[in-house]
Nanobody, 116 residues
Framework: QVQLVESGGGLVQPGGSLRLSCAAT????????MAWYRRAPGNQRELVAS????????NYADTVKGRFTISRDNAKNTVYLQMNSLKPEDTAVYYC?????????WGQGTQVTVSS
């Protein structure tokens, strides 16, 4: 059974930081491209960042470039999203995604709220 379990969300003040984690089980983690998506209230789900299977290639949405960093530890089957300089517009449910050969898996999501 495939499971992607996100953690690390919460309430943070503007300018603060959070680190999201996504632990994967049931897949050959090291062959999957991993990504973080988010969905804000009233908006469509959007890609935040992605990282290649080996970790050598990363991609970021323009809205988070320079503030967020995606990384992975294939030995721990875990992908991370370090979020710095958070803004109220970063408030959303953040979802972990695993992709390989037209197969997608999703986590259940973790809420991030940026508010004073």
């Amino acid at each position: 059974q495939v499971q992607l379990v996100e953690s690390g969300g919460g309430l943070v003040q503007p300018g603060g930081s959070l680190r999201l984690s996504c632990a994967a089980t049931g897949i050959s983690f090291s062959i999957y491209t991993m990504a973080w998506y988010r969905r804000a209230p009233g908006n469509q789900r959007e890609l935040v960042a992605s990282i290649s299977s080996g970790g050598g290639l990363t991609n970021y949405a323009d809205t988070v470039k320079g503030r967020f960093t995606i990384s992975r530890d294939n030995a721990k089957n875990t992908v991370y999203l370090q979020m710095n300089s958070l803004k109220p517009e970063d408030t959303a449910v953040y979802y972990c995604n695993a992709y390989f050969a037209s197969t997608y898996y999703w986590g259940q999501g973790t809420q991030v709220t940026v508010s004073s």
